[in-house]
């Protein structure tokens, strides 16, 4: 009955080769959200979609981009992953956005670049 | 951006006591919510504080908050092994940027 899936759970890329990571939802929630957390710090928000609204945060870099081809699934494009995007990434959802909504999270994609 | 910021960084304690972790945050916010992150998992929404509220249970869990201080704690009573993870607190700004933003945790370590 997992509700926020992410694929894969571990990820290796090369440098400069562009990778896609995958975010499926069962909750039907309106809104989907990507976070990449290093190691030992916060979860940082890169973007996030409300229905197919797309949110980006101001100092998420160009090389990040997102698709919601529909309500149930998003992807995480790096078009050019370099040294300093290995992190985890985490995919999380809420029914809307705001803080009196619990975010559901999937238990992220680990990207290494070789 | 506003962030909130945890205390201690790093907890070990022996398994059956109480754990106290601190989070306290910049500006005004509309509520504040406290996840746990198992090593290597998601995060899991554990309660949700809103600013008019003092203090808040759900099983084991006790969080408080306190706006003139601006500062929230969560304590869980008689820990478990299984209760070893990283605690992170979450606040939405006041301002309304409707996201939220997270602390960079306590990681609590208990020990049997």
């Known amino acids: 009955d997992a509700m926020v899936i992410q694929n894969p759970r571990y990820q290796v890329t090369q440098f400069g080769k562009p990778v896609t990571l995958s975010c499926s939802q069962t909750?039907?929630?309106?809104?989907m959200y990507w976070y990449q957390q290093k190691s030992s710090q916060a979860p940082k928000l890169l973007f996030h979609?409300?229905?197919?609204?797309?949110?980006n945060e101001a100092d998420t870099p160009d090389n990040f981009q997102s698709r919601r081809p529909n309500t149930s699934f998003c992807f995480l494009d790096i078009r050019s992953p370099g040294l300093g995007d290995a992190a985890m990434y985490l995919c999380?959802?809420?029914?809307?956005?705001?803080?009196?909504?619990?975010?559901?999270f999937g238990d992220g994609t680990r990207l290494s670049i070789l | 951006s506003q962030q909130g910021e945890e205390d201690p960084q790093a907890l070990s304690i022996q398994e059956g006591e109480n754990a106290t972790m601190n989070c306290s945050y910049k500006t005004s916010i509309n509520n504040l919510q406290w996840y746990r992150q198992n090593s290597g998992r998601g995060l899991v929404h554990l309660i949700l504080i809103r600013s008019n509220e003092r203090e808040k249970h759900s099983g084991r869990l006790r969080v408080t908050l306190d706006t003139s201080k601006k500062s929230s704690s969560l304590l869980i009573t008689a820990s478990r092994a299984a209760d070893t993870a990283s605690y992170f607190c979450?606040?939405?700004?006041?301002?309304?940027?409707?996201?939220?933003?997270f602390g960079q945790g306590t990681r609590l370590t208990i020990n049997p």
């Open positions: 999380a959802t809420s029914r809307s956005t705001g803080g009196l909504q619990p975010q559901h």
């Open positions: 979450a606040t939405e700004d006041r301002g309304g940027a409707q996201k939220l933003v």
């Open positions: 909750l039907n929630h309106n809104v």
């Open positions: 979609y409300y229905d197919k609204d797309f949110n």
